[in-house]
């Protein structure tokens, strides 16, 4: 359960991040982050933050409390590591949330100071960064905002592609009935993918492909292999009715019904290769999952 509501009894006035820090032994930056992110308040549910004094009552704090299920990195030095994430697992709770993620494993394993680098979807497969203090998390986030990482995934999709293809379509949020999609837009932001066909499998009529993300938008790889008329075999978002979407979103699909509609159990994308510069060393990394 990462999410957990806690109370703690005050004994004698003092500034509630002093309170976080003495009584419920959190560290100096924690105790910032949850009363920035408004996951501290008084015995009358009222929001409390930096600088006011507690005096009577309870403190009500909402924290992160890490379990694990024994996911390792695939790699790790002092500053970072790298798990190679299945299909399924969510990267990041949502609050209150009492589902199992990979930050679970990540905080579990180096500490409440280690967060995750960068993001991918819950459906899709391979290599997630993590950092394991706040130096690296500085470096590697600016170096991910700068694009200075190659990322490839491989992704089966449908019909055939004979020909390397660049993506070079804008995307911005849909404005359809779906909130979670994106679309190509002229109006969007810019975004790049290179579609490159690796083989086709004649019988399924699919093509299995690297795609090269040049941007980071939001579901971008699936929506431009869409937007060429080549969805992702299993994605049960795009290119299929709002109606369906919107009830597998609310959890009314059978596992037998998504397979007929969509191809597949899963979303056929994964995030098979990683190369960066850290500290003056080049590392490249291929996922070791099958997919791969």
Not at 243 to 270: C, P, W, Y
């Amino acid at each position: 359960m990462p999410y957990v509501l806690k109370q703690y009894d005050v004994v004698k006035a003092e500034k509630v991040e002093d309170f976080l820090v003495n009584v419920v032994d959190l560290s100096e930056t924690l105790a910032h982050s949850l009363l920035q992110k408004c996951r501290i308040v008084d015995h009358k549910k009222r929001r409390l933050q930096k600088g006011q004094t507690v005096r009577n009552g309870h403190v009500e704090v909402l924290i992160f409390e890490a379990i694990t299920k024994g996911l390792s990195p695939l790699f790790q030095t002092e500053h970072f590591a790298l798990f190679d994430k299945p299909s399924g697992l969510l990267v990041h709770p949502t609050t209150r949330s009492k589902k199992y993620t990979l930050l679970d494993e990540i905080r579990y394993q180096f500490g409440d100071d280690a967060s995750l680098v960068h993001r991918i979807d819950a459906e899709t497969s391979g290599l997630i960064l993590v950092s394991k203090n706040g130096y690296a998390q500085y470096i590697l986030k600016e170096m991910f905002a700068k694009k200075e990482f190659v990322k490839k995934y491989k992704a089966f999709v449908e019909k055939e592609i004979k020909e390397e293809i660049l993506v070079d379509k804008k995307i911005t949020h849909s404005n359809g009935l779906i909130n979670l999609k994106m679309q190509t837009s002229p109006n969007g932001k810019e975004s790049s993918t290179l579609i490159r066909p690796l083989s086709y499998d004649k019988e399924k009529n699919q093509t299995l492909v690297e795609a090269i993300p040049y941007t980071g938008r939001q579901h971008q790889i699936r929506v431009h292999l869409d937007s060429i008329g080549h969805r992702i075999v299993g994605d049960p978002i795009y290119g299929l009715d709002e109606s369906f979407v919107d009830d597998f979103l609310n959890h009314k699909i059978q596992n037998d019904e998504r397979i007929k509609i969509t191809g597949d159990a899963r979303l056929m994308l994964h995030a098979y290769y990683l190369e960066f510069t850290f500290l003056n060393r080049t590392y490249k990394f291929c996922s070791k999952q099958e997919f791969c």
